[in-house]
DNA sequence: TACGGTGTATATAAACACTATACAATTTCC
DNA sequence: GGAAATTGTATAGTGTTTATATACACCGTA
C-alpha cells in the first residue's frame, strides 16, 4: 500500500493517512474485504510512531470506512453511501479548495480541467 | 465583512478565519486598498480573542493577501497572481475534497455541477 | 496452550490554539 | 504639538492536540 508523508504539509501525519488511505478506497485500489497492512508495517515504512497510524485507522472506523479487529487486523468496510456529512460539511473543503486556484489566477476553463482531471483518478476503478 | 466560525469544524477558529477571508477576496467582496475590519471588533464579532484574529491577518499577510501596518488596520493586496502555491499543494486539498463525493456515492455528473457552482460564486464580482 | 502477529492503553513530552494582559505604533483632533 | 483614541504586537499562561515509548490485551494457529 503505497503512502507517502509530507513533510511541508502542515497536517498532522495521522491526518494525512486517514487521507490517502480514503482516496486509495475511493479510486478502488483498496476494495471492500482487503486487509490493511498492520499498523507497524505502516509505520516503520513511514518511520513514524505505530500509534499515530493506530490513531489514523481508528478515525478511518470511525467514519465507516474500515473495521478494526483487536488482535486481528482492519478490513475495508463495505461502502455503505449516503453516510453522515452533510453538503455544507462536504462543500466547505472543496470550497477552500478552489478558492486558491482562483487566487492563483487560474481561468475558469483550466480549473475545471484539473478538477476533471483528478476526479477521473479518483473514479478510475470505481462503479 | 460577514464571516461565521463553526464550531463543529475541526478547523482551528484562526484556519477558518483565514479561509473566510480568502473567500471575500477571490469573489471580490473586498477589493484591493480596501480596509479590513479592526481585529478587536471581528474578535467581538466572533466571540473571540483579538490575538487570535491578529494571528489570521499575519497569516494572510504570510501569503500577499493584505497588509498589516502597525498601529494603522490592514488593507486588501495588490493582486499578485501565480505566486508561492505549486501545483500539487493546490491540488492534494482539491483531492481531498473531491474524496469525500466519490465516498458519498456522488456521480461524476453531479459532483462537477457542484464544482461548477461553488465556483461560479468565487468568480461572481471578479474579472 | 504457547507463540507470533495484531490492535490498544497508559504515560510523557513537545507543539499548538486560545486567552488575558500589557505594550507599541499610528491617527485624530483640539 | 501633544493627549487621547485607535490600531496592531508581544509576552505569559492554560488546556488541547500530536507524536512517542513502552507495556498490555486479543486473535489465530501450530
Redesign the pocket.
Same mark, same amino acid.
Given at each position: 500500500m503505497y503512502i507517502v508523508i509530507d513533510e511541508n504539509d *502542515? *497536517?498532522?501525519?495521522?491526518?494525512?493517512v486517514v487521507d490517502e488511505i480514503k482516496a486509495l478506497i475511493a479510486r478502488g485500489e483498496l476494495k471492500e474485504g482487503t486487509? @490493511?497492512?498492520?499498523? *507497524?508495517?505502516?509505520?516503520a515504512d @513511514?518511520?513514524?510512531?505505530?500509534?499515530?497510524?493506530?490513531?489514523?485507522? *481508528?478515525e478511518l472506523?470511525r467514519e465507516g470506512l474500515i473495521n478494526?479487529?483487536?488482535?486481528?487486523?482492519?478490513v475495508v468496510a463495505p461502502r455503505v453511501h449516503a453516510q453522515g456529512k452533510t453538503d455544507d460539511e462536504l462543500r466547505k473543503p472543496l470550497r477552500a479548495a478552489l478558492t486558491q486556484f482562483v487566487l492563483a489566477g487560474l481561468p475558469r476553463a483550466e480549473i475545471m480541467s484539473i478538477v476533471g482531471d483528478e476526479l477521473r483518478g479518483l473514479l478510475k476503478g470505481n462503479r
Open positions: *502542515r *497536517r498532522p501525519i495521522y491526518q494525512q486487509m @490493511l497492512p498492520p499498523v *507497524r508495517q505502516v509505520a @513511514l518511520g513514524v510512531n505505530l500509534n499515530t497510524i493506530a490513531f489514523a485507522y *481508528r472506523q478494526v479487529r483487536h488482535g486481528a487486523g482492519a
